[in-house]
């Protein structure tokens, strides 16, 4: 499936648009159909070919997908949340029993601005077209959540080499808070594509916390274009904890648009079999006294492909910036790569920037100092790795939140090591 | 810091130029063109048939555009590609017979063309335009058996290596500017240094860019044979023109087992004005291969001139346990734009590769660090370290690190680290303090930035480079 072209008459049958969202969502197409899916030529996706990854994968990918039946959900029981339900991309059930209902709007996306832009990325044009579902979650003034909210990713058993398209936006308002935790469990044993756009806006003094979690690998192939806004005195911090899929791909763009907004980043995956996974960031600090930080860390195994493009950029204005960027990546086998593109693009002089990138194997004294302790060669490496890894969920907060963080990624640990 | 006001009162130093009648190719660039150089080289026939099929695929090829910065459209009919001073037609024998106007220009420049030249060791082959001049030393350097000629020479009097070293680090369809020169370039210089030999000096060129509207498109060739040792200096200035001029040069480096090659180069071509009037494009094409056992390519370079440098000195590693080294300062101020960085491909085992690079920004200017690091699957138990750091003037420039990193194989090991940062408010106020006025303070702590660099340069360039880092920045801070 070397061309993969969108007829128009699809755009039919997903609804019926008013007349300008039906114009948005054509000229959107033709830009994705002028390009397809990118391939390596795109300097965005230079390591990551998803024209050839597409056309090894897949014979056909179907846009239509019939309402996917109830599903059971397994409800996390360690912790006391509110929840929100998505199935295949769309918004079927939830529950803010903790919280003031006054407070929180909650609501499939529809479309409310269509600019008509010829992205970088295709595949946003591709989702600005084909996109059907999702949703809009506000959360009021000066409201901070009691209880930490569970966003349940469901993935049917029944999709096979489908594309599900969904846009979801999250506003936050003044002065309130929000924590959150996505959590993606999949059931289906095919191929399958999912693309996501995903809005997130922080009023002035907002904080967010959100955590990224997926409960188990799956032939999945996932694309999230991520673009967050930050305004004056608000802070966002991001933690993503990705089980290894066929094909991953994290765009995330984070706008400092107000003074004293601050953004940290961070990410622990260990990935295995024939995964590729990319982590691709763009910062954009617009004015002064920002502050971002982003910590990647990859653990890669087998035939494994992980990527890391970040990218601070820092406008003239934006002096006493403070941007940090660190990418570590531990290879385990030598069939496993790692790429990285840490960028700066810098314009003020009063500014504090710096970024790492370091990979390699672990470190020999290590394993030969655990060795001479009792521990075979086996144990020594999981623990190292185990290290590495856990630093990054030791940083959240909350105690119950870590633990099952923690258990999660040792149970995906663990499988990956009854097998080698 | 007060950086309204900048003072820009730094005048370029080398700014004249020569009234010399030249021969000029005719104009554009055409096939008429390239036999027209072929001819007036007295090229065999195989140069030309190499000439011509890089040509053919200049046709098909296009000019990249990924670079950061943009310049207006070059028009190459609008160029000649061929221009020697005419009193060059018939070779001159010695210094005497050379143009005495010509000598001049190189008294202005200070190259050691005379006699001083044997007392400060340095063996020069100035290329004015695009024929050599003199070449001296020469029968020191046979002595050992190094051949240091024109390559103009060396395609005559040592078809064998050149034929075989040619374009096999730089293939004539590499990219549009590698093409372009392999098309119609004028000369430069061939090194060969025989087995087991250590040149016994700095080989040195300076190149000047002179007549108006020439491209350049110098040729270099260096082949270390086995377990020798070479290091080669190149140089440059220019006059003060108010058109843009092009430089595409190709350098080709070889190392065989256990040999090393250092080149080192300090670029300090005509930046254009305050305005950004004028200013050399610099687009070079520098690689070397490490295709011994052993083999070491240092590259060290200080880059102060020219409107655009565009430029990435790579080492291409193949013999085991070979070592890449780049060294470089890239000083942007006023208008001047810099994208430059290197490529160390690992293909061997064992091969180590270092990368320091120190971009600085004043002015209105734009740095880019560019690098390539791939350790290939077979390159088992590499290495590469590599830091940049930057350092920003006044908030009107702009300092940029793209680093491509690759790594393929367990058993290496990459490291990269970068900074941008400005100069220290608090180190500035202690040298205030100690007598010293701003500008001698810039200078000082800007010479500490790059100490790591201006290590590396043979001492001959290592003083010029020193006082060229305080000059290219005067003005920048007020």
């Excluded at chain 1, 032939?219 to 933690?239: C, D, E, Q, V, W």
């Excluded at chain 1, 899929?245 to 990410?267: H, I």
């Excluded at chain 2, 609008?78 to 001049?104: F, G, N, R, T």
């Excluded at chain 2, 270092?354 to 088992?380: E, F, H, P, W």
Aim: charged letters at 25%.
């Amino acid at each position: 499936m070397l061309n993969f072209k969108i007829n128009s008459d699809e755009i039919d049958k997903i609804g019926s648009f008013s007349k300008e969202e039906k114009n948005f969502r054509l000229k959107n197409l033709d830009y994705f159909n002028d390009i397809g899916f990118p391939n390596k030529k795109n300097e965005d996706w230079k390591f990551s070919d998803l024209k050839a990854i597409v056309s090894e994968n897949f014979s056909k990918l179907d846009i239509q997908f019939s309402k996917s039946k109830k599903q059971k959900v397994d409800f996390i029981k360690d912790f006391e949340h509110n929840y929100i339900v998505i199935v295949n991309g769309e918004l079927t059930i939830s529950d803010f029993k903790y919280e003031e209902k006054s407070n929180i709007i909650l609501k499939s996306f529809s479309n409310d601005n269509y600019s008509n832009k010829k992205e970088s990325n295709p595949l946003i044009n591709l989702n600005h077209a084909l996109s059907n579902k999702g949703f809009f979650l506000e959360v009021k003034e000066n409201y901070k959540f009691k209880k930490i909210l569970v966003i349940y990713y469901l993935f049917t058993e029944d999709l096979d080499e489908n594309i599900l398209n969904s846009k979801n936006k999250i506003k936050i308002g003044k002065n309130s808070e929000l924590h959150l935790l996505d959590y993606l469990v999949n059931d289906s044993k095919k191929n399958f594509f999912n693309n996501v756009h995903e809005d997130i806006i922080l009023e002035n003094s907002a904080v967010l916390k959100n955590i990224y979690l997926q409960n188990n690998k799956s032939s999945g192939y996932f694309h999230k274009y991520s673009r967050n806004k930050l305004f004056t005195g608000s802070n966002y911090s991001y933690f993503i904890f990705p089980a290894g899929l066929k094909f991953n791909k994290l765009d995330l763009e984070f706008d400092l648009e107000g003074e004293r907004s601050e953004c940290n980043l961070q990410s622990a995956s260990f990935l295995d079999n024939n995964e590729h996974q990319e982590i691709k960031t763009r910062v954009n600090h617009f004015v002064p006294n920002c502050k971002s930080h982003q910590k990647v860390k990859n653990v890669l195994n087998a035939e494994s492909k992980g990527v890391y493009q970040g990218k601070i950029f820092v406008k003239d204005v934006a002096q006493k910036t403070d941007a940090y960027q660190l990418s570590k990546a531990i290879l385990l086998s030598e069939r496993s790569e790692f790429d990285s593109k840490p960028e700066l693009e810098i314009y003020a002089d009063d500014v504090r920037c710096s970024h790492g990138s370091t990979s390699g194997n672990l470190d020999k004294d290590s394993i030969y100092y655990l060795m001479t302790r009792g521990l075979s060669q086996k144990e020594s490496t999981k623990l190292l790795v185990n290290g590495f890894l856990n630093e990054i969920a030791d940083s959240i907060k909350s105690n119950s939140i870590r633990n099952f963080i923690k258990n999660k990624l040792e149970t995906q640990l663990l499988n990956e090591y009854k097998k080698h | 810091m007060k950086n309204n006001n900048l003072d820009y009162t730094q005048e370029y130093k080398y700014g004249f130029t020569t009234d010399i009648e030249n021969v000029k190719a005719p104009k554009g660039l055409s096939e008429k063109t390239i036999r027209f150089i072929s001819q007036i080289k007295k090229e065999p026939k195989w140069m030309l048939d190499w000439r011509l099929k890089a040509f053919n695929r200049l046709k098909v090829s296009k000019e990249p555009n990924w670079q950061k910065p943009k310049y207006p459209k070059i028009d190459y009919q609008d160029l000649y590609y061929y221009s020697a001073p005419k009193s060059m037609s018939e070779k001159p024998k010695s210094l005497d017979e050379v143009d005495p106007k010509l000598i001049e220009t190189y008294n202005k420049l200070g190259i050691p063309l005379n006699e001083q030249k044997k007392l400060s060791g340095v063996a020069v082959d100035a290329v004015f335009d695009s024929v050599s001049v003199a070449t001296t030393y020469k029968e020191e350097l046979t002595k050992k058996g190094i051949i240091f000629c024109p390559i103009s020479e060396a395609i005559q009097n040592h078809p064998d290596l050149v034929k075989k070293y040619l374009g096999s680090v730089i293939p004539i369809s590499d990219h549009y500017f590698a093409t372009l020169n392999s098309a119609v370039f004028t000369d430069g210089s061939f090194v060969y240094i025989p087995p087991n030999t250590r040149c016994p000096m700095e080989l040195s060129t300076y190149f000047r860019i002179n007549a108006s509207e020439t491209g350049q498109f110098e040729r270099t060739l260096i082949i270390a044979d086995k377990g020798s040792y070479v290091s080669y200096l190149e140089g440059c200035t220019a006059p003060m023109r108010d058109e843009n001029q092009l430089h595409a040069a190709n350098v080709e480096l070889i190392a065989l087992d256990d040999a090393e090659i250092k080149y080192s180069t300090v670029q300090n071509w005509y930046p254009g004005d305050k305005n950004g009037v004028g200013g050399i494009y610099n687009f070079v094409t520098k690689r070397g291969a490490c295709r011994g056992k052993n083999s070491k390519i240092s590259w060290t370079q200080v880059e102060t001139g020219s409107a655009i440098t565009w430029k990435y000195p790579s080492c291409i590693l193949q013999g085991d346990n070979s070592v890449g080294e780049f060294y470089s300062i890239a000083i942007t101020n006023n208008l001047q734009k810099a994208d430059t960085g290197t490529k160390m491909i690992h293909l061997g085992k064992n091969t180590k590769s270092k990368i320091i690079s120190k971009g600085i920004s004043a002015g209105k200017a734009d740095n880019t660090y560019r690098g390539l690091v791939d350790i290939g699957r077979k390159a088992l138990n590499s290495r590469n370290y590599t830091q940049c750091d930057s350092l920003l003037m006044g908030n009107e420039c702009g300092a940029h690190t793209v680093p491509y990193i690759k790594n393929k194989n367990s058993s290496s090991i990459i490291e990269h680290e970068a900074t941008t940062s400005k100069i220290n408010d608090d180190q500035l106020f202690y040298c205030n303090q100690r007598g010293l006025n701003q500008e001698e303070a810039v200078s000082l702590i800007v010479n500490g930035f790059c100490k790591e660099v201006l290590q590396q340069l043979p001492m001959e360039f290592a003083v010029e480079a020193q006082k060229l880092v305080g000059i290219s920045l005067e003005g920048s801070v007020g």
